[in-house]
Structure formats: structure tokens, C-alpha cells
């Protein structure tokens, strides 16, 4: 189904199954680190099943649960902070625009692919209520004018993390600060958390 984080096991007594997973060890102390980290060819990190849930073991195309990739996505994308915003940007050597910065988080901690722009992002996966946003929805702005052109990753208590605009980084923001209550258009949760 999909990826999720660095083997479990990896430096451990392999016999020896976590009853969680716990990314602390992984979590890298700067954007500089990102950017000279090697990723996996699939640009993804695997996960040892056994080491998420005790059942999955005997069936190795169990997903992981979906909480734990929820945690991942909002870990990996606050390692991204203070990376600066680059209009078209893809990769946090050269910086991020919203939907890269998305893309970027969606294809290194889960192993998919989102659409490349905010717009094509907000018409993919399924609507999600304000009120009933969860850790990893994506949430969207209208900045110009009607159409959709500005997105980010919510974080929970009100939070997202976002590359807003040049001359800015990657930041969090609020929900409820004035100038994205104003512009807010609404939230998707793509398929990989549904």
C-alpha cells in the first residue's frame, strides 16, 4: 500500500519488535541535513510491519497504521523549516513553492506522488470539513483572486506548515490569523490518509 519511515528495527536487536515506532532517532536538525541526507532510489523508507503492528507481520501488505503516517508527514515537514520559498522550487537545496514543498513532504515520508500544482492538488483527494481536519490534510487558499493558488500541511490545534511567499521560508502558521481566515478555501485529505 505505501511506505512510511525507516526500518524500526534498524540498530536494534532485529528479534526484538517495538510496540511503536519512534522517529526520534531519525529526526534531522536542519534543513542542511535534508538536503545532503540520501534518500532511498524510491524515495521512500521502508518499514519493518512487524515493528507497527503485531498482526502485520503475517500479512506483509497490511498498511501501516494511518496515524503513524500522519506523525511522520508533520515530523518530516517541520525538518523543512526555514528553507526559503522559490517560486517553482522543488527541492530544499534550491527552496520550495507551496505545492513543492507539499509534494516534496507527500513523496519522502509516504511514497506518493501529489499533482504538481496547489490547483490540481485541491481537485484531488476528498473534501475534508474545517472542523473535522486531522494531522497531514492539506489545507488551501484563494491569494489571487477565485482560484485556488496556495496550499499547506496541517499540523493540528489550528496550525499548518507552509512555504508562503517569496522573500519568506518554510513556516507554521494559524488558521485563525486574519489574512488566512480571509483567503481560506477549504481542505482535502489525500487518498494515502483516507
Given at each position: 500500500m505505501?511506505?512510511?519511515?525507516l526500518a524500526a528495527t534498524q540498530g536494534t536487536d532485529a528479534t526484538a519488535a517495538p510496540s511503536a515506532v519512534d522517529l526520534r532517532p531519525w529526526q534531522l536538525e536542519s534543513a542542511s541535513a535534508i538536503a545532503s541526507t540520501a534518500w532511498p532510489a524510491s524515495g521512500a523508507f521502508l518499514v519493518d510491519n512487524a515493528a507497527i503492528a503485531?498482526?502485520?507481520?503475517?500479512?506483509?501488505?497490511?498498511?501501516?497504521?494511518?496515524?503513524?503516517?500522519?506523525?511522520?508527514?508533520?515530523?518530516?515537514?517541520?525538518?523543512?523549516?526555514?528553507?526559503r520559498y522559490r517560486r517553482g522550487g522543488r527541492d530544499p537545496k534550491t527552496g520550495f513553492d507551496?505545492?513543492?514543498?507539499?509534494?516534496?513532504?507527500?513523496?519522502?515520508?509516504?511514497?506518493?506522488?501529489?499533482?504538481?500544482?496547489s490547483?490540481?492538488?485541491?481537485?484531488?483527494?476528498?473534501?475534508?470539513?474545517?472542523?473535522?481536519?486531522?494531522?497531514?490534510?492539506?489545507?488551501?487558499?484563494?491569494?489571487?483572486?477565485?482560484?485556488?493558488?496556495?496550499?499547506?500541511?496541517?499540523?493540528?490545534e489550528g496550525r499548518f506548515i507552509h512555504s508562503p511567499s517569496t522573500g519568506k521560508s518554510v513556516s507554521i502558521s494559524r488558521l485563525d490569523e486574519g489574512y488566512w481566515t480571509r483567503r481560506y478555501a477549504g481542505a482535502k485529505r489525500p487518498?494515502?490518509?483516507s
Open positions: 505505501f511506505l512510511l519511515a503485531p498482526d502485520a507481520a503475517a500479512a506483509p501488505d497490511v498498511a501501516a497504521p494511518i496515524g503513524g503516517l500522519r506523525k511522520l508527514l508533520a515530523e518530516f515537514s517541520m525538518t523543512l523549516q526555514n528553507i507551496c505545492s513543492g514543498f507539499v509534494r516534496y513532504v507527500f513523496h519522502h515520508s509516504a511514497g506518493v506522488d501529489l499533482p504538481v500544482d490547483a490540481s492538488q485541491y481537485r484531488a483527494g476528498i473534501n475534508v470539513a474545517r472542523a473535522d481536519l486531522k494531522v497531514g490534510d492539506l489545507v488551501f487558499f484563494k491569494i489571487r483572486g477565485k482560484r485556488v493558488s496556495h496550499v499547506g500541511i496541517y499540523l493540528g487518498d494515502v490518509l
